[in-house]
């Protein structure tokens, strides 16, 4: 039967993916070209000590006791690159190269939050353009 | 076909030539500032609205569009704490609402209530029909009694609270979030859920997390049976930091603790990286 069993690889590294963007590991990901599943952990619970002053100021202008639904947004790599995934304009956000990356996943992940909800806020973002275009009009 | 007729909707789309638009994918390249300042934590496009200026909206003799206009309006008049009386179990309450907001229901609401909402508090003083909450993306929702069948479904991100017990496919296809239910929960809860996390302190039904792909359910009672591909896992302190944390905010935190909660995740059993290639095909042929 098809697709009885896992055949992917485990993460290792928090730069696993910006060394190796292919991230074959296991030999089923060398057979089939693919990387199987996601280059983040998906079920991470975040740290609260490693929260950001802007996340802190967010959460209160929103009224929420926590991150809320940011606790899903973590960085992700694509193609090597250290990126967001923006489900607002279904892509990928890559992090400027000049942004120094810290060397652990939870700070990481606060980073993402932190640019994502800067990128959404944006006038530059693509939401604004599309709701300009196809809004009804009155 | 008989029966319908055109009208003419004008769009700002067609000014600006984007209706010949193909949807293709194709990536996008934008360039956007990290360090530049930024105007507030609101959408561009969001209702300003003050928590400190309140509403109230009798519904008993408004239909559900009314409700749903006249709740706008307020919105749009800065009105950021707003109490729905009499809502009388009507369909699709509060849907849509896309800026922060405090909203108190003070009765019961009909099916797909709180559907679609990006960022507002919601409290339900009764009970909720079915799919309550559905593709919601951010904000919190807390429920005082029970709820009806796919409470939850498709829920993208956020807080959705459930203080009494709930029916059947809870959270179905959940991609995101934290579904909570203080009593029980039926059967095939958790059914295909993609992501998020799932926290059932009753008992629950039959086939419990079938089928899903990924994301974590902790149950505090015991489940009539366990799902398709859904195993026990090892519970972290991260996790039961977690649990603490958000147990106590709905005020949900059992007198005896958290001890007793079982961790289910995704075996990956059913992940489908064994298509055959085509020339594979030709063999089978």
Known sequence: ?138 | MAGLTTTKQAHVSHDLGMHTEALRGKTQQRFFDVTQEVGGYGYPDALDVDFNKRAELDCEKLDTKQINSQLRDLMKRGYGTIVLQNPGSKHSIAVGILNRLNLYIEGSCGYFALGLLDGPNVKVKGRVGWACGENMLSGTILIEKNAGSQFGAALRGGDIVCKGSVGARTGIDQKGGNIIVGGDTGSFTGFMMQRGRMVICGNAGKNLGDSMYDGTIYLGGEARSLGVDAVPGEITDLDREWLTRKLKMYGLYPKKGIGHFKKIVAGKQLWNYDNLEPGEKKLVL
């Open chain 1, 1 to 138: 039967m098809a697709g009885t069993s896992y055949k992917g690889s485990d993460i290792k590294s928090v730069d696993q993916f910006i060394k190796d963007k292919a991230g074959l590991s296991s030999s089923r990901e060398k057979e089939i070209g693919q990387h199987i599943g996601y280059r983040y952990d998906v079920n991470l619970i975040p740290d609260y000590n490693r929260i950001t002053p802007f996340l802190k100021g967010y959460l209160e202008f929103m009224g929420w006791d926590d991150l809320n639904w940011l606790e899903d947004v973590h960085m992700g790599y694509e193609e090597g690159e250290p990126a967001i995934f923006d489900r607002n304009c279904n892509g990928w956000v890559r992090i400027p190269k000049n942004v120094k990356l810290p060397n652990n996943q939870q700070d990481r992940d606060m980073m993402a939050r932190e640019l994502l909800i800067k990128f959404q806020m944006s006038p530059k973002h693509p939401m604004v353009q599309l709701n300009k275009a196809y809004r009804k009009v009155g």
